[in-house]
């Protein structure tokens, strides 16, 4: 199994701009999670879904973005438009079932200018 | 609401000896789950070892194992014959068995490991 697929790797942006980010889970699992990480707040939950239905969104960190899953083998992540603050890298995971072990992506690495 | 802390942002050790990390949680629930991911330069998480709370036997993953100490609230980890390959950051995170979906982190120990 290729694991959880994130693309691209790097994005680099500029303010205002609109970013996507694109996510391919391992194939069966039913949970897939947006999460970003930075130095100054760590790793934090955006938005997950179970079943390509989102279930909480409440770590959105407001209506610039916005995330959907059209089918079990793909999600975005869109930042429209983009700023500075939302630097950071951004990790998709999936999961089988909600007992078990998230799988991480490698990361997107956004930097907006 | 839950909490993890890790109150040792970096760490360091020497290839070969046994280190520990440090990890606090806090919660009213009484079962849940623990992790501890590895995250090494490249970014990518890995679950190193995971413990479930009813279990009193503490998970071990061959040099990883963890002292779990479910009434004071802490989950460690311990590394033994430390290799170069184990530098990384470490993220303790908790998971509750009520509310399973969600991982939360800690902010993380960036173990360094010398020749």
């Known amino acids: 199994d290729a694991g959880v697929i994130q693309s691209p790797r790097h994005e680099v942006t500029e303010m205002g701009q609109e970013v996507t980010l694109r996510c391919k889970p391992i194939?069966?699992?039913?949970?897939l999670f947006w999460y970003r990480q930075t130095m100054m707040r760590g790793l934090e939950l955006l938005i997950y879904?179970?079943?390509?239905?989102?279930?909480?969104d409440s770590g959105m960190p407001e209506d610039r973005f916005s995330a959907k899953m059209p089918n079990a083998s793909f999600s975005t992540l869109k930042i429209q438009p983009s700023e500075p603050r939302d630097s950071a890298v951004y990790f998709c995971?999936?999961?089988?079932?909600?007992?078990?072990?998230?799988?991480f992506g490698p990361g997107t690495r956004l930097t907006v200018l | 609401a839950q909490t993890v802390t890790q109150s040792q942002p970096e760490m360091s050790v020497q290839e070969a000896e046994t280190v520990t990390l440090s990890c606090t949680y806090d919660?009213?629930?009484?079962?849940?789950?623990l992790f501890w991911y590895k995250q090494p330069p490249s970014r990518q998480m890995i679950l190193v070892i995971r413990?479930?709370?009813?279990?009193?036997q503490n998970a071990t993953e061959n040099r990883f194992s963890v002292n779990f100490q479910k009434a004071a609230k802490s989950f460690s980890l311990k590394i033994s014959d430390s290799q170069l390959g184990d530098a990384a950051m470490y993220f303790c995170?908790?998971?509750?068995?009520?509310?399973?979906?969600?991982?939360?982190f800690g902010t993380g120990t960036r173990l360094q490991v010398f020749p």
């Open positions: 995971a999936s999961s089988f079932g909600n007992y078990n072990e998230q799988f």
């Open positions: 194939s069966g699992h039913d949970y």
């Open positions: 879904f179970n079943n390509n239905v989102p279930i909480d």
């Open positions: 919660t009213s629930e009484s079962d849940y789950y």
């Open positions: 413990q479930e709370a009813y279990k009193q």
């Open positions: 995170a908790y998971r509750s068995v009520l509310n399973t979906d969600k991982l939360i």
